[in-house]
């Protein structure tokens, strides 16, 4: 007598379909990884910017565990005597205004703060607001742009319409107007949304014009003759894409919206409750640094902006030159 084997359930089999799936998917996105990798370990003003990049992130990270070791000065701690310690809670022998020395490698400001303390944990809050309101203005820009240039038509002229309003005003002044409006109650969130919202526009033309291109492609034929449905196309077919693009201008965002944070805050609008290297900057020129002597106390904010700034610009350029085979080729 022949036993018959009774089929494997249902379930069991989607889980290994599932399975299968998830490893292939995992196999295809090494494989671009690596080949990406490849690709940036020829560009050398890429790996320059990432070397740039990867400093202020270790600066950023490590602030905290260099503070508790003892190894950083707390930035709000008042310095008082000749060797530049923690002042008790009376500040009679505070060491205001003090020079460059072998205790504080910076000086000194108005109230006795060590400077490079305060330059060193100034980097994460100007990398939070970087990377904070490039998320913000790519996903706004994104969505726009994804929207308006799929679905054409009436949603098109309208959000393209929105779009020509904020091109049309510059960067800052819709930045200063927005923070004259709501920037002194906004907090750190919604002051991070104000640089944001100033910096969508163009992603979203940017984004808007690759979507017609990719949407007259073969593959969005065939997902239109299956019968794919427009939400599904634009998110699962068009924006896997486009996302190259994206991120290539994401980065550059970022160079974008730590400049924009130092003028506002230079110009007397830093954000509420956080200590960057713009609020440096307007505290050296509000408290005289270059008539006391501190010249260290604005240039040294400065060459980080300018580092971080380069840093970013040169990887995006790099990432963009990469993900656009015309460029790379000439």
């Given at each position: ?6 089929p494997a359930?249902?379930?069991g089999?989607?889980?290994a379909i ?7 998917r995992?196999?295809s996105?090494?494989?671009r990884?690596?080949r990406f990798?490849?690709?940036f370990?020829?560009?050398r003003l ?5 070397f ?5 992130t ?7 565990i ?12 008042v310095?008082?005597g000749?060797?530049?310690?923690v ?6 022998d ?7 020395n072998g205790?504080v ?7 006795g703060?060590?400077?490079f303390?305060?330059l060193?944990w100034g980097?994460q809050?100007?990398l939070?607001?970087g ?8 996903g706004l820009g994104?969505f726009?742009?994804?929207v ?7 949603v098109d ?5 929105i779009?020509?309003?904020f091109?049309?005003?510059?960067t800052l ?10 920037g ?31 949407k ?9 003759a ?10 699962h ?5 486009a ?5 290539a201008?994401?980065i550059?965002?970022?160079?974008v919206a ?6 506002l805050?230079?110009i ?9 290297w713009?609020v440096?900057?307007e ?5 005289s640094?270059v ?10 904010p ?8 380069l840093?970013?610009?040169?990887l995006?350029?790099a ?12």
């Amino acid at each position: 007598m022949v036993l018959e084997r009774e089929p494997a359930p249902l379930t069991g089999r989607k889980d290994a379909i599932r399975e299968s799936l998830l490893w292939v998917r995992l196999a295809s996105w090494w494989h671009r990884f690596r080949r990406f990798a490849d690709v940036f370990r020829d560009s050398r003003l890429g790996m320059i910017g990432l070397f740039i990049l990867l400093a202020f992130t270790f600066m950023a990270l490590s602030a905290p565990i260099l503070t508790s070791a003892g190894l950083l000065r707390n930035p709000d701690a008042v310095l008082c005597g000749a060797d530049f310690h923690v002042c008790p809670t009376s500040g009679i022998d505070e060491m205001d205004y003090a020079p460059p020395n072998g205790y504080v490698w910076l000086g000194t400001d108005q109230r006795g703060h060590d400077l490079f303390s305060r330059l060193w944990w100034g980097t994460q809050n100007t990398l939070l607001i970087g990377f904070m309101a490039s998320a913000l203005s790519m996903g706004l820009g994104t969505f726009v742009g994804m929207v308006s240039g799929y679905y054409g038509g009436w949603v098109d002229e309208i959000l393209m319409r929105i779009v020509d309003f904020f091109l049309v005003l510059p960067t800052l002044v819709l930045a200063l107007l927005l923070m004259g409006l709501f920037g002194r109650t906004a907090g750190l969130v919604g002051y991070i949304t104000i640089i944001g919202v100033t910096l969508w526009a163009s992603t979203a033309r940017l984004v808007r014009a690759q979507v017609l291109s990719l949407k007259q492609r073969q593959f969005i034929e065939r997902a239109r003759a299956i019968g794919a449905g427009k939400t599904r196309i634009v998110w699962h077919h068009v924006f896997p894409n486009a996302f190259s693009l994206v991120f290539a201008e994401a980065i550059l965002t970022i160079a974008v919206a730590i400049l924009t944070e130092a003028f506002l805050s230079f110009i007397g609008f830093p954000p509420p409750g956080a200590q960057t290297w713009g609020v440096m900057i307007e505290y050296a020129n509000l408290y005289s640094a270059v008539q006391h002597g501190l010249v260290w106390w604005i240039v040294a904010p400065g060459l980080a902006i300018v580092a971080v700034v380069l840093g970013f610009t040169l990887l995006g350029y790099a990432l963009d030159e990469i993900f656009n085979p015309r460029l790379r080729r000439r």
